[in-house]
């Protein structure tokens, strides 16, 4: 009998979780999880508010209150999940970078940039890359480990190094971005690696994202608009918006869901911003917008495309700000986590 067994065997997930514990409470090591969070605590580039970087510890610290009991994944626990250590590192490096961008960021809005604003993008510009560069080369151990990756940010810019390294294993893969904006800008602020041009990023570099679909936009200007249009069906964007105005009209979120699944190719990865949610949900995110998408249409979706046949390749969730006096969208955060990472194993039929 395996180590994984004997735990299986000795654990009750009808129990509270237990401090020393890995996320959800679970007792598996990396070694004996199917699923290994890479946890991503970054958020230099952000134009709002900050906090994401501090996303994957709250939301470790959150999951502990999930009850393990999934409806729609059989004995969900028994898959393996397992987090890695948050990276103090990135976490520092973050720490230090994010002033100089906030100083960017303040002369482009005082025009007043200098010779030395000019210094300091290229030096943020030249740490984002670095760590990207890391973020993929640990994408890859995982992978290479026939594990499944998901990360977890930090802000929306974290996931580029996880989908340049899923092309070791996959020679084509759509994404289906849930997000209340597009993404699409080209180095926004002068940031190369922006959390507003991760999208325009991974379609200009990687030539293995077949399509992106998008989910829930709903604040995003004219250069994306343009951009979408021009992209000759690599981008298709179901604004949030079109999403309302069809229920107006008597269509109902399967018949949405549907349209959706019949844009994607059998493989997919999903990137979810946490502000594609109802900001009730997501308050403290970095730039929360009106409007959005409940839990439930969320899950109900992605069960759909995951009966429909479709593999879910990868996941990233970001973008998770907690408060300094609730837990709430690390609360909900976890929960998303939990039932994204069950349903990924789903489709890998590893339940």
């Given at each position: 009998m395996t180590s994984?067994?004997?735990?299986i065997?000795g654990?009750?997930p009808?129990?509270?979780?237990?401090?020393?514990?890995?996320?959800?409470?679970?007792?598996?090591?990396?070694d004996?999880?199917?699923?290994?969070?890479?946890?991503l605590p970054?958020?230099?580039t952000?134009?709002?508010?900050d906090?994401?970087?501090?996303?994957?510890?709250a939301?470790?610290?959150?999951?502990?209150?999930?009850d393990?009991f999934?409806?729609?994944v059989?004995n969900?626990?028994?898959i393996?999940l397992?987090?890695?250590?948050?990276?103090?590192?990135?976490?520092?490096?973050s720490?230090?970078?994010?002033?100089k961008?906030?100083?960017i960021?303040?002369?482009l809005?005082?025009?007043s940039?200098n010779?030395?604003?000019s210094t300091?993008?290229?030096?943020?510009?030249?740490?984002?890359a670095?760590?990207?560069k890391?973020?993929?080369d640990a994408?890859?151990r995982?992978?290479k480990?026939?594990?499944?990756?998901v990360?977890?940010?930090?802000?929306?810019?974290?996931p580029?190094?996880?989908i340049?390294?899923l092309?070791?294993?996959?020679?084509s893969?759509?994404?289906?971005q849930?997000?209340?904006?597009?993404?699409l800008?080209?180095a926004?602020e002068?940031?190369?690696?922006s959390?507003?041009?991760?999208?325009?990023?991974?379609?200009k570099?990687?030539p293995?994202?077949?399509k992106?679909?998008?989910?829930?936009?709903?604040?995003?200007?004219?250069?994306?608009?343009?951009?979408?249009?021009?992209?000759?069906?690599?981008?298709?964007t179901?604004?949030?918006?079109?999403?309302?105005?069809?229920?107006?009209?008597?269509?109902t979120?399967n018949d949405?869901?549907i349209?959706v699944?019949?844009?994607?190719?059998?493989?997919?990865?999903?990137?979810?911003?946490?502000?594609?949610?109802?900001?009730?949900?997501?308050?403290?995110?970095?730039?929360?917008?009106?409007?959005?998408?409940?839990?439930?249409?969320?899950?109900?979706?992605?069960?759909?495309?995951?009966?429909?046949?479709?593999?879910?390749?990868s996941?990233?969730i970001?973008?998770?700000?907690?408060?300094?006096?609730?837990?709430?969208?690390?609360?909900?955060?976890?929960?998303l986590?939990y039932?994204?990472?069950?349903?990924?194993?789903?489709?890998n039929?590893l339940?």
């Amino acid at each position: 009998m395996t180590s994984k067994q004997n735990k299986i065997i000795g654990f009750n997930p009808n129990n509270l979780a237990m401090s020393d514990t890995n996320i959800f409470g679970l007792p598996f090591n990396e070694d004996e999880s199917e699923i290994v969070i890479l946890s991503l605590p970054w958020d230099v580039t952000v134009s709002y508010n900050d906090g994401t970087a501090n996303g994957p510890e709250a939301i470790f610290e959150a999951s502990k209150q999930v009850d393990l009991f999934d409806a729609s994944v059989n004995n969900a626990w028994k898959i393996g999940l397992f987090m890695l250590p948050v990276n103090l590192n990135w976490k520092e490096v973050s720490d230090f970078t994010r002033p100089k961008a906030r100083r960017i960021i303040e002369d482009l809005e005082n025009n007043s940039g200098n010779e030395h604003s000019s210094t300091l993008l290229a030096e943020v510009n030249d740490i984002c890359a670095n760590f990207h560069k890391e973020v993929e080369d640990a994408a890859l151990r995982i992978l290479k480990n026939n594990k499944i990756v998901v990360g977890l940010g930090g802000d929306h810019s974290t996931p580029y190094g996880i989908i340049k390294a899923l092309t070791f294993k996959h020679e084509s893969f759509a994404i289906l971005q849930f997000d209340a904006h597009c993404d699409l800008r080209e180095a926004y602020e002068g940031f190369l690696f922006s959390h507003a041009s991760i999208m325009y990023n991974v379609l200009k570099d990687i030539p293995q994202v077949s399509k992106l679909v998008q989910i829930g936009i709903r604040d995003f200007c004219e250069e994306e608009s343009d951009f979408i249009s021009n992209s000759e069906g690599r981008v298709v964007t179901f604004f949030d918006r079109y999403i309302k105005q069809q229920s107006y009209i008597g269509k109902t979120f399967n018949d949405f869901t549907i349209e959706v699944i019949a844009t994607l190719p059998e493989k997919v990865y999903i990137s979810f911003d946490i502000d594609a949610l109802d900001p009730k949900l997501c308050p403290n995110t970095g730039t929360p917008v009106a409007g959005g998408l409940e839990l439930e249409q969320v899950y109900y979706m992605i069960e759909e495309i995951v009966k429909a046949g479709k593999i879910i390749i990868s996941a990233d969730i970001n973008e998770v700000s907690p408060s300094l006096n609730s837990d709430w969208d690390a609360n909900v955060g976890a929960r998303l986590l939990y039932r994204l990472s069950n349903l990924i194993a789903l489709s890998n039929k590893l339940a």
